[in-house]
């Protein structure tokens, strides 16, 4: 790998991801992730250059839950 992903490659990958689907095992839906937070690209921006640099998972992941928190808005 010559160059490290970006926060911006993933959001745009993560956008382009199928409505109510989810990865095999999980409960996560594509909607969950699609309309989250910068912060939640910025931290699998992360995880996914440490497992392109090292080859291997970080071990806090094994220890981490994401889940997502519905808020109710009025407008």
Do not use: C, H, R, W
């Amino acid at each position: 790998m010559t160059a490290p992903f970006t926060k911006d490659e993933i959001s745009k990958v993560v956008k382009a991801l199928k409505k109510n689907k989810s990865a095999e095992g999980g409960d996560l839906k594509a909607e969950q992730l699609k309309y989250g937070p910068n912060i939640v690209f910025k931290s699998i921006t992360e995880i996914f250059n440490i497992i392109a640099t090292t080859g291997e998972s970080p071990s806090y992941i094994a220890l981490s839950l994401l889940m997502s928190i519905p808020l109710k808005f009025k407008l």
